[in-house]
């Protein structure tokens, strides 16, 4: 790869973008704020701010909220679906589950409303035998019906359609003939497999995000051509992996998470070249906060991810768990008297007090600056605002000085952001003492150490870039294809040559699709693993395995090891039943040189603090401030300090030591 690559990830409050050169290894960035309704004008403002030449780019990665944000608003196209006789309401009725454990009420809304919900007769078994053939003139009826209705899109959902599609094959034939476009969603296309509430979900999702997601990325593209930007638009799935931006709205729903799941991919590479293969990712932006792990350098990879309550998407999609948490997360006092942070957010419009756009109620950056984290002089007038503002709403309401107050804010924020972590280590049987805390997002590292020390993470990493780290990941992830297929059977009565030929068929699909794309790869590897669990039981358990050509016995025997390392118990007695064969397809891209997100012309012989304030640590104290672009490579700090750079501020508690590495990376040690 020889032109220039960009990646730029737009997230609910800022647009950041990075360009590589490979031939020279120059880097250049920007950050500005995301444009709201149009995400795209953000997207061209980054680029205008980086002075970059769009004719002279050879490839752009995108990362986009559109599809999430769509589904955590509700913000949909219309939508209609045909189901089998008698399960209309199988999106609605769900697992029985409650919004809240122990609340007595809830509010739950279907993706689709029952109205445009329509049933024809039809049927198949679990086996895949015909039951009841498909009433083709009923479907006609139906579909006419729900394009009347005014549905821009269309989802076809029979029962036991993964073990047979004939019905929804033939039924999506009629469809078209009738549709007024091409947003037709088979559910078995979609997703292959059974459980029919998850697969009628993803389908629903699905249909209902692709209009508004082809009309975002074809006015981006165009808007982008009309720059000069003359090659293929590449998009970040949420599974980590990319794809062209002509079919990305064919799987719209594999686009939800695709800005957190690019963070992620930033970790595992940023992670690799550290030497540290093992990692706690933290991501705080303005909105919320995205965490994970990395095992062995690999992301982890889910397909029973829950996007919200009764929201379950099943596709395969990086495991991140995300809190409401944000540098623009409000504080406020409930009605009990007790203090509450978040999940409700001032984003980018009108901000945090301090930002001084109109504001007026006070977040987790207000209590930063008035801790002395963030400098008073950047924030102007609107530092004496936030004062004001926190006295006001937090101070004098609990009968706390207004430092009490600001720390008490960032307390709670540390608390939810905590848990979040425990949820992905120590609920899945992980220790986080065997792992680093990887920090990123605008506001990641101001809270890190702190975070570190909760956990008893023993180091926290932080990038050379951490505000840009998501559209960094835009640029280093490889291209990825996911497949899924149903057996549902006891292993010891599966035919193997059947598991080998599906696994096989999977493999070769994968490949004949990453052959299409026209890029740059130096190596495409497959990666098998089975969906298990012992009769019986519901949930799942994700099992690796080492070729496409599994034994019975290794396909047994992986699977209770499995079982036991994540519950510490054996089953012996019980039969184990295969669920689901899965293939991942990877291409390969060419590494990034990382060493120059920060420019070396900047750095200075010694580490020379530019100034010092004030900053409370428990009480206010002296403390040394630097600027990151001017440090050397080699460094050796103690704590407190405080390091800032363009894209965001880091922090570092009493007693912590600050190391770098060859490419720039902060690498603290956490000394409680």
């Given at each position: 790869m020889t032109g220039l690559v960009a990646g730029v990830d737009v997230g609910g409050t800022f647009t950041d973008l990075v360009i590589f050169d490979p031939a020279s290894g120059a880097v250049r960035l920007a950050k500005v704020p995301t444009t709201l309704p149009n995400q795209a004008g953000g997207v061209l403002n980054a680029f205008a701010?980086?002075?970059?030449?769009?004719?002279?780019?050879?490839?752009?990665v995108h990362g986009t909220t559109t599809t999430t944000n769509a589904v955590l608003e509700r913000q949909l196209a219309k939508t209609g679906l045909i189901t089998t006789m008698g399960f209309r309401d199988v999106l609605e009725l769900g697992r029985r589950t409650r919004p809240q454990a122990y609340g007595m009420h809830g509010r739950f809304v279907p993706v689709i409303p029952r109205d445009l919900r329509l049933e024809v007769p039809e049927r198949m078994d679990a086996r895949g035998r015909v039951v009841t053939p498909l009433d083709e003139a009923a479907l006609r009826l139906a579909v006419t019906r729900l394009r009347d209705d005014g549905c821009e899109a269309l989802v076809i959902h029979f029962l036991h359609a993964y073990a047979n599609p004939a019905h929804e094959l033939l039924a999506a034939k009629v469809a078209r003939e009738i549709w007024p476009n091409d947003y037709i969603t088979l559910a078995h296309v979609l997703l292959s497999e059974s459980r029919e509430y998850e697969r009628g979900v993803t389908a629903a999702v699905n249909a209902s995000v692709q209009p508004l997601l082809e009309r975002y990325i074809a006015r981006l593209a165009?808007?982008?051509a009309a720059k000069g930007y003359a090659r293929d638009l590449l998009v970040m799935n949420g599974n980590g992996g990319m794809v062209a931006a002509k079919d990305v709205a064919k799987e719209a729903v594999k686009t939800v998470m695709s800005g957190p799941a690019s963070g992620v991919m930033a970790a595992v590479a940023t992670g690799r070249r550290a030497g540290m293969a093992n990692l706690l990712t933290y991501d705080m932006g303005?909105?919320?906060?995205?965490?994970?792990?990395?095992?062995?350098?690999?992301?982890?990879?889910?397909?029973?991810?829950?996007?919200?309550?009764?929201?379950?998407?099943?596709?395969?999609?990086?495991?991140?768990?995300?809190?409401?948490?944000?540098?623009?997360?409000?504080?406020?006092?409930?009605?009990?008297?007790?203090?509450?942070?978040?999940?409700?957010?001032?984003?980018?419009?009108?901000?945090p007090v301090c930002y001084g756009r109109g504001g007026t109620k006070v977040t987790i950056s207000d209590a930063n600056l008035i801790l002395g984290r963030l400098p008073a002089s950047r924030f102007g007038q609107a530092a004496e605002a936030a004062f004001a503002a926190m006295q006001e709403q937090i101070a004098v309401p609990l009968g706390l000085s207004v430092e009490a107050a600001a720390e008490a804010v960032i307390r709670i924020a540390n608390t939810h952001m905590a848990g979040a972590i425990r949820m992905v280590s120590i609920s899945l049987g992980a220790d986080p003492r065997d792992f680093a805390l990887f920090a990123f997002?605008?506001?990641?590292?101001?809270?890190?150490?702190?975070?570190?020390?909760?956990?008893?993470?023993?180091?926290?990493l932080i990038p050379a870039r951490p505000g840009i780290t998501n559209a960094l990941?835009?640029?280093?992830?490889?291209?990825?294809?996911?497949?899924v297929r149903t057996l549902n059977r006891p292993?010891?009565?599966?035919?193997?040559?059947?598991?080998?030929?599906?696994?096989?068929?999977?493999?070769?699909?994968?490949?004949?699709?990453?052959?299409?794309?026209?890029?740059a790869l130096t190596a495409v590897r497959a990666e098998y693993s089975a969906d298990m669990q012992f009769v019986g039981q519901t949930h799942l358990l994700r099992v690796p395995l080492p070729s496409a050509t599994p034994p019975r016995e290794d396909l047994q025997h992986l699977f209770e090891a499995a079982y036991h390392a994540r519950f510490r118990v054996d089953l012996p007695t019980i039969r184990a039943n295969l669920v689901n064969l899965n293939v991942s397809v990877i291409g390969e891209r060419p590494a990034l040189d990382l060493s120059r997100l920060i420019d070396p012309a900047g750095r200075r012989g010694a580490a020379e603090a530019a100034t010092t304030r004030k900053v409370w640590f428990g009480g206010w104290q002296d403390t040394p401030v630097y600027w990151r672009d001017h440090l050397p490579l080699k460094i050796d700090l103690q704590g407190p300090a405080i390091i800032e750079q363009m894209d965001t501020t880091i922090v570092v508690d009493p007693g912590a030591r600050v190391t770098s590495d060859a490419d720039g990376n902060l690498i603290i040690e956490v000394n409680e």
């Open positions: 701010e980086a002075g970059a030449d769009l004719s002279a780019i050879d490839l752009i165009s808007e982008l303005g909105t919320s906060t995205d965490v994970a792990m990395i095992r062995n350098g690999t992301a982890p990879v889910s397909n029973e991810i829950e996007v919200e309550y009764a929201m379950p998407i099943h596709v395969p999609m990086v495991d991140v768990r995300t809190v409401g948490a944000g540098g623009g997360s409000i504080a406020r006092i409930d009605a009990g008297g007790m203090l509450r942070v978040g999940p409700e957010s001032a984003g980018s419009t009108p901000g997002g605008g506001a990641g590292p101001l809270h890190a150490v702190a975070l570190a020390k909760e956990l008893n993470v023993p180091k926290v990941g835009c640029v280093v992830a490889d291209l990825r294809h996911d497949f292993l010891d009565g599966v035919e193997m040559g059947e598991v080998h030929r599906v696994l096989a068929a999977q493999e070769a699909e994968g490949r004949r699709l990453i052959g299409l794309e026209k890029i």
